[in-house]
């Protein structure tokens, strides 16, 4: 019952949200603005976010392959030394 409940609220949650997101039209503003007459705001190039983004994943990535080889050489490791065992108590 209550998990129903919690689930109902967020779902009325993720839909309702688009609406409180939309921001009600500008009542000063009647109508086309050109960019000119716009005053002049701080603006950040995206390249070098694009980039930095980019090069954090790429890293991200990398440490993550770099885990799974260990880990995997570890297993190889423990299998041949499994084997080994094996060929010991054969003979």
Avoid: C, H
Avoid at 47 to 74: E, N
Wanted: glycine residues 6%; hydrophobic residues 50%.
């Amino acid at each position: 019952m209550v998990r129903r409940v919690f689930n109902a609220l967020v779902g009325m949650l993720l839909v309702a949200g688009p609406l409180w997101a939309q921001q009600p039209p500008n009542a000063g503003q009647s109508g086309f603005v050109p960019l000119d007459s716009m005053p002049a705001r701080e603006q950040i190039p995206a390249a070098p976010l694009l980039l930095s983004s980019y090069a954090f994943f790429l890293v991200l990535m990398l440490f993550y392959l770099w885990t799974i080889w260990r880990r995997i050489g570890k297993v190889e490791r423990d299998m041949q030394d499994l084997e080994r065992r094996q060929e010991t108590v054969k003979r």
